[in-house]
C-alpha cells in the first residue's frame, strides 16, 4: 500500500539579505589564565528508536535545509552574493561621502556654477545609490526564492522515498503542523538527510563557485 504523505508546509529560510557594514573594534587580549582541568563533554542522550508499527512521522525541514550539504551550499551562495553587494554599494558610498566632503569643506571657494554642479552631482550619486540598493536587494531575493523551489523540488521525492520504505501514512512538518508533542523516536530528519544527502552530494568547490561579474 503506498503511504499517504502529508506535509503541512514544506518551506526552507536561507540567509535573508542585510545590506550594512558594521565596524569592528578588535577586543583587547585577555589576560591569560590558568588551564582548568579538562571536563568531560556531556553525554549525548540516545536517539529513541523509531516505534514499532507507527505509521505517522515529522520531519524538521529547517534542519534539513542547514545540515544537508545542498542546504549549506545554498546558504553559501546567498551569502556570498550578498556580501559581494554589499561591497559594491560600500564603494559607492565611499564616492558620495567623498563628494559631499568636498562640498562641506571647499563650497565656499567654489564658483556658483562649480557648487550647483557639485550638489547635481552628490544628487546623481544619492540617486544611483538608492537604485543599487534596490536592484541589489532584489537579485539577492531572486537567488533565495530560486534555490529555495529548487531544493523544495528536490526534497519532495526523497520524503516519498523514506516514507515508502517505512510504510508510512502521513509525515509532518515539525515546526508548520503545531505539533504541540510527540514522541521523539517518530522525528525521521536525520533519515532524510542522509537520503538527501546521498541523492544530492555537495558540489566540488570550483563548480559551486558563483559566477563573477
Known amino acids: 500500500m503506498r503511504p499517504i504523505l502529508l506535509v503541512a508546509a514544506l518551506s526552507v529560510m536561507l540567509p535573508a539579505a542585510a545590506f550594512a557594514q558594521t565596524e569592528q573594534t578588535p577586543a583587547a587580549p585577555a589576560a591569560p589564565t590558568p588551564a582548568a582541568p579538562a571536563a568531560q563533554a556531556p553525554a549525548v542522550p540516545a536517539r529513541p528508536p523509531f516505534p514499532a508499527g507507527a505509521r505517522v512521522a515529522y520531519i524538521n525541514v529547517q534542519q534539513i535545509a542547514n545540515e544537508s550539504a545542498q542546504g549549506r551550499v545554498s546558504s553559501q551562495r546567498v551569502q556570498q552574493l550578498n556580501e559581494r553587494k554589499v561591497q559594491e554599494l560600500a564603494d559607492q558610498n565611499k564616492q558620495l561621502q567623498a563628494s559631499q566632503q568636498k562640498l562641506q569643506q571647499s563650497g565656499s571657494v567654489l564658483s556658483d556654477a562649480a557648487r550647483v ?10 540617486l544611483d545609490l538608492q537604485r543599487a540598493t534596490e536592484d541589489a536587494q532584489a ?3 531572486v537567488l533565495q526564492e530560486e534555490l529555495q523551489a529548487d531544493f523544495q523540488q528536490r526534497l519532495m521525492p526523497i520524503i516519498q522515498d523514506v516514507a515508502t520504505e517505512m510504510d508510512l501514512h502521513m509525515i509532518f512538518s515539525q515546526l508548520d503542523a503545531g505539533l504541540v508533542w510527540a514522541n521523539p523516536g517518530l522525528d525521521i530528519t536525520g533519515q532524510v538527510i542522509a537520503r538527501f544527502d546521498e541523492a544530492n ?3 566540488s568547490a570550483a563548480s559551486s563557485a558563483p559566477p563573477q561579474p
Open 201 to 203: 552530494p555537495a558540489p
Open 117 to 126: 554642479q557639485l550638489e547635481r552631482e552628490i544628487e546623481r550619486i544619492q
Open 139 to 141: 537579485e539577492v531575493r
